[in-house]
């Protein structure tokens, strides 16, 4: 019997031999696998295919673009943003930083500053508590002062210091002056109200304040069919009789809803529809040759960044068709599909062919005499099933063909033509 120590041994060497076997195995397995062992470069392997981003930050938008394009990159504007310190125009931020390795025809991410004004809402007309959550709202402080009017209702807006539309610093004082009503009135007696549906509101305003009464503004709403600061509506019928200092409130049309053009140069297509889109406009992109820029880069727009234009407008983006060589229309100026690019030309398909009107009608002189017997010398016999059992079919004998002709029968033309030979067989 093998002692114990003898064995201890062989179990030693037989696991020293599979592991042996196993490091190779291992190791194949391993250098296989080139994504375990990943090829970083640390260092620029070709300046010409690659660009360090340099700093643009607090530079003019200009000058920072035409930095960023000599480097062959692409500049994008992101919707600018208020600043207290960085002057208008400048560049806020900037996406990726300085110093990101980046291959000609990225993108870079800009936002402009555009200072620290914002536009002044118009909250003439307004009670004193509504213009002071808009005014508050928008950044702006508020402060009071009381004046008698023959026309605007007590606790109205009458005027404001700063012109609405008008842009100011954030944190601008806007003085609002109120109205305390007029102080001769005779509540004992009573003033026929008219109709003023489809009049101005001020001009019903100067008309009320003749009879000793108040227009008030109580609701504003849009409508494209009716002009702005026309009267919709009334809550005192035309014919009532009210006394001196009362209020007539009114609903008035602010017109066709308006919003800001976007800026959507530089963007890619997609990107700028639904910018646009979102801003309550109507996107149609048209496509243009330039080789110079990449595919569905925006090069324009028909209406410039920032102006008014009435909601569902129709914006005209050109974008960039890129280095195709030919494009296919897939749906003109609607804006809706993307171009696609094709090199050969297309191939007219069966079903092409088989809607064509010109091949459905045959002219009389090649029209056949039987149409229905065009490719048979006589029309097949139908096939009747019989119950009965099958009959073999008799294979007809072939003629053996004594003479030869000199020129052999071509055995696809049709046996009626005049100049086929008399000898040549007839084939079924």
């Known amino acids: 019997m093998m002692s114990d120590k003898n064995i201890i041994r062989i179990v030693l060497i037989a696991v020293f031999c599979v592991i042996c076997c196993m490091i190779p ?3 194949y397995f391993n250098l296989s696998r080139p994504e375990l062992f990943p090829n970083v470069a640390y260092t620029l392997v070709d300046p010409t295919q690659q660009v360090i981003v340099p700093e643009v930050l607090y530079l003019p938008s200009e000058e920072a673009c035409a930095q960023l394009e000599t480097l062959g990159l692409q500049v994008v504007f992101h919707e600018d943003s208020h600043h207290p310190v960085i002057p208008e125009n400048q560049v ?10 980046l291959h000609p025809g990225d993108p870079v991410f800009l936002t402009r500053s555009d200072g620290w004004k914002e536009c002044v809402p118009d909250v003439r007309n307004l009670t004193q508590q509504a213009a002071y959550e808009i005014l508050e709202k928008a950044g702006f402080s508020v402060t009071y002062q009381a004046q008698p009017s023959d026309s605007t209702a007590p606790d109205t807006v009458i005027s404001q210091s700063i012109a609405p539309d008008s842009r100011a610093e954030i944190g601008s004082m806007i003085q609002l002056m109120i109205s305390s009503g ?4 005779d509540q004992t007696k009573l003033e026929t109200v008219g109709d003023y549906v489809g009049m101005e509101f001020e001009t019903a305003k100067v008309m ?9 503004q109580t609701d504003t709403v849009y409508n494209p069919d009716i002009p702005n600061h026309t009267i919709i509506a009334q809550d005192v019928s035309s014919g009532k009789q009210l006394p001196q200092g009362s209020v007539v409130r009114m609903t008035v049309s602010l017109g066709q809803e308006v919003a800001k053009v976007p800026d959507c140069v ?4 997609n990107s700028a529809r639904t910018l646009l889109e979102d801003a309550g ?16 880069k925006i090069l324009g727009q028909s209406a410039e960044a920032g102006t008014k234009l009435a909601v569902g407008s129709k914006i005209i983006l050109t974008a960039s068709v890129g280095t195709a060589n030919q494009v296919i229309s897939t749906g003109g100026w609607s804006g809706n599909p993307l171009p696609s690019f094709n090199t050969e030309p297309e191939t ?3 079903s092409d062919l088989d809607s064509d009107p010109e091949s459905e009608i045959l002219p009389e002189e090649f029209a056949p005499e039987n149409p229905e017997n065009y490719f048979y010398e006589t029309a097949p016999d139908p096939i009747v099933e019989d ?28 046996p009626e033509y005049q100049d086929a030979p008399e000898t040549a067989p007839f084939w079924n």
Not at 182 to 185: G, I, S
Not at 266 to 269: E, H, Q, S, T, V
Not at 390 to 414: G, K, R, S
């Open 266 to 269: 530089d963007l890619d297509a």
């Open 348 to 350: 007219e398909t069966e």
């Open 208 to 216: 009320l304040s003749e009879l000793y009464l108040y227009a008030f």
């Open 182 to 185: 007029r102080e001769n009135l």
């Open 281 to 296: 406009f109507h996107c149609v992109i048209q496509y243009i040759s330039d080789s110079s820029y990449g595919l569905d």
């Open 25 to 27: 195995v291992c190791l």
């Open 92 to 101: 806020l931020v900037q996406s990726p930083s300085a110093g990101s390795i």
């Open 387 to 414: 119950s009965a059992d099958p009959v073999e079919p008799e294979i007809p004998e072939i003629p053996e063909i004594t003479e030869i002709p000199e020129t052999a029968p071509d055995l696809n033309q049709n």
